[in-house]
């Protein structure tokens, strides 16, 4: 019975540890930084940059950056978004799901080839079925030979 209240007391320690769930962002697009990186200016608030979870877009300064920038922001600029299961990163940018009257931004960008899905080791991403299809289509940046994964492409060149 002893060991009751300690248990007790271990699990409520934990739960005093454990991160509170993380509320949703919502505001407006006030600027495209990159084809996976825009900022977020709630009504209330100071404006927050976000990272598209999911996409991979090419770097400002390599082969369709500036398409997928482009794209990015003829699709998000000026509108008002939900940013949903928001993590601030060590950069001081938060990666989350950028959802567009219901629709995820990172989906959008890599079934139209203009991202990759991201990859994490032997994860090829949650849009993998979407990149698929966009270079069987030959959509965007897959329309090109020899199109670099920006991680690819700073191992080869450095960064821009």
Do not use: Y
């Amino acid at each position: 019975m002893k060991t009751l209240p300690g248990l007790a007391l271990a699990l409520l320690a934990g739960a005093a540890f454990a991160a509170p769930p993380k509320t949703p962002i919502e505001g407006r697009v006030t600027q495209v930084i990159d084809g996976n990186t825009v900022v977020v200016t709630p009504a209330d608030g100071a404006p927050v940059r976000v990272r598209l979870a999911g996409a991979d877009a090419p770097l400002a300064c390599q082969d369709w950056g500036p398409e997928s920038r482009r794209e990015l922001a003829e699709r998000a600029q000026g509108h008002l978004v939900t940013v949903t299961r928001p993590v601030s990163g060590r950069d001081g940018v938060v990666t989350g799901s950028v959802l567009l009257d219901g629709q995820d931004l990172a989906r959008h960008m890599v079934s139209e080839g203009h991202a990759w899905s991201s990859r994490v080791k032997w994860d090829r991403g949650p849009f993998v079925k979407e990149e698929r299809v966009a270079h069987a289509l030959q959509r965007g940046l897959h329309a090109a030979r020899g199109a670099l994964r920006p991680a690819d492409f700073r191992r080869q060149h450095g960064p821009c």
